[in-house]
């Protein structure tokens, strides 16, 4: 899960493949217009990878 618009992550599209050396499954979900602390901000968009458990997600999360 990756904020779209956090500057700190800027190379998310380029380095998420990193993770596939610490994890079986890697997948990249972007909250479009998300900063660094979308936790507060997005809140409604990261809810559903919270409370149910929720694994998949789109190529964005809107």
Same mark, same amino acid.
């Given at each position: 899960? @990756?904020?779209?618009?956090?500057? !700190?992550?800027?190379? *998310? $599209?380029? =380095? #998420? &493949?990193?993770?596939?050396?610490? %994890?079986? =499954?890697?997948? $990249?979900?972007? @909250?479009? &217009? /998300?900063? #660094? *602390?979308?936790?507060?901000? #997005? /809140?409604? %968009? $990261? /809810?559903? !990878? $919270?409370? #149910? &458990?929720?694994?998949?997600? =789109? %190529?964005?999360?809107?």
């Amino acid at each position: 899960m @990756i904020g779209g618009d956090d500057w !700190f992550t800027a190379e *998310y $599209l380029s =380095q #998420h &493949g990193n993770w596939k050396l610490s %994890a079986d =499954q890697v997948e $990249l979900c972007v @909250i479009p &217009g /998300a900063g #660094h *602390y979308f936790n507060e901000t #997005h /809140a409604e %968009a $990261l /809810a559903p !990878f $919270l409370s #149910h &458990g929720r694994s998949e997600c =789109q %190529a964005e999360v809107t």
